[in-house]
């Protein structure tokens, strides 16, 4: 059935640095999705994805959906304390119903 | 506007008993979700309600688990019996899209952790 791989699993960096999570599909989406979860929280919805190649921005988060949309893609600018947690990528079949959620990357940013 | 509520929000058991969970999605949501959340993992679908409809049940272990959204707006996650390898968090999350696609944008509750030991 369709899978959808994260990559990298963890990732540690300094404060002001950046960050990119990516998020990789078996098969064709209809549609993608960015979930954030805090550490001991639940997700939160952060963005959606529907067009092939399409771009969207949320202050300093880049969301970007591949032109096979096949893939994704989260870079964060400058990262800040606030930005912890873990980032969860969700592919839309294209014939069907659910979203299937990656494992996740989990961003642990130190002052 | 109130979130989605879940509860219990923890339960230890015994392996081969059974627990019921129960969530309350925001109101007027028409589409009802129940994921499995294993730790280290992504949330994995166990089943989503269409009103009182079942829509998708495809990874719901129908051997020990079961549920039910009677009226189209509260529903029950029951196992029976559980197993160690039940142990995870339980979210439950609504949307108010009438069609239940995977464009909707669901709204998670803050999870039930379930311990089997």
């Known amino acids: 059935g369709q899978q959808v791989m994260q990559i990298p699993q963890y990732q540690h960096v300094q404060e002001g640095e950046d960050f990119t999570t990516y998020c990789n599909s078996s098969?064709?989406?209809?549609?993608i999705q960015w979930y954030k979860q805090r550490p001991g929280g639940h997700p939160v919805f952060l963005i959606q994805l529907v067009k092939s190649g399409e771009v969207k921005k949320q202050k300093r988060l880049t969301f970007q959906f591949g032109e096979a949309k096949k893939n994704s893609s989260l870079h964060i600018t400058a990262t800040q304390t606030t930005d912890v947690g873990t980032y969860f990528c969700a592919g839309g079949k294209v014939s069907g119903y659910a979203l299937n959620f990656g494992k996740g990357t989990s961003l642990l940013v130190t002052p | 506007e109130a979130g989605v509520a879940q509860s219990p929000r923890y339960k230890i058991i015994e392996k081969r008993q059974s627990v019921a969970f129960w969530c309350n999605p925001i109101?007027?949501?028409?589409?009802l979700y129940w994921y499995q959340q294993i730790l280290g993992q992504g949330p994995k679908l166990l089943i989503q309600?269409?009103?009182?409809?079942?829509?998708?049940d495809s990874q719901l272990p129908k051997d020990r688990f079961s549920a039910e959204r009677l009226k189209g707006v509260d529903s029950t996650l029951k196992i029976q019996p559980a197993k160690l390898e039940d142990s995870a968090v339980y979210l439950c999350?609504?949307?108010?899209?009438?069609?239940?696609?995977?464009?909707?944008?669901?709204?998670f509750g803050p999870g039930t952790r379930l311990t089997v030991l």
């Open positions: 098969t064709t989406l209809s549609n």
């Open positions: 999350a609504s949307s108010p899209g009438t069609s239940g696609a995977s464009t909707d944008t669901q709204y």
């Open positions: 109101s007027g949501h028409a589409t």
């Open positions: 309600f269409q009103n009182n409809g079942v829509v998708d």
